[in-house]
């Protein structure tokens, strides 16, 4: 089964789920998913959520946050991968705790053609390590890496500025 990102956000958003239960329950969907009455249907089924006892007004507030952050990333051409896209990167759901959405921008198929590299570091850089960081980033870019990262303020906000 396919599974949106918009799915998985609606998921990820709901009160007391994380990434790992979240991915429990995205794995174990018995039937397609067409819209959000099947989707809390599918959700209300899995023992983890039925322990938290959600409210309908609890699903369709999380499910309207959701969809909002998916606007919200359109406007600003972002474009969310989710991990049972095609086109989400190969080595990234290779390892053992892979993010269920990534937020990318640029030509997002690249992510499976080109070199990955992440510029990290701490959240409060030095101004010298800031220009490090971003001059990573533009010689990294330059070459025609993929400039990842968790998009933490700091070392990683420099290597995609100078990306």
Not at 125 to 152: M, Q, T
């Amino acid at each position: 089964m396919n599974l949106s990102a918009s799915i998985i956000l609606k998921v990820l958003t709901l009160p007391g789920v994380g990434r790992k239960t979240a991915f429990k329950i995205l794995t174990n969907f018995k039937h397609s998913i067409s819209n959000d009455n099947d989707l809390i249907d599918a959700i209300s089924d899995h023992p983890v959520i039925m322990r938290g006892n959600l409210s309908k007004s609890a699903f369709y507030n999380a499910f309207d946050m959701a969809e909002k952050t998916l606007e919200r990333s359109e406007k600003a051409g972002i474009k969310v991968l989710g991990y049972f896209d095609k086109d989400y990167p190969v080595l990234l759901k290779g390892i053992d705790e892979p993010a269920l959405l990534i937020n990318v921008k640029g030509d997002y198929k690249k992510l499976n053609e080109l070199p990955s590299v992440a510029i990290i570091g701490t959240r409060a850089p030095s101004d010298h390590g800031y220009k490090v960081g971003v001059r990573l980033g533009e010689v990294f870019g330059g070459e025609g890496f993929n400039v990842v990262s968790g998009l933490a303020i700091g070392c990683d906000t420099a290597g995609h500025t100078g990306c």
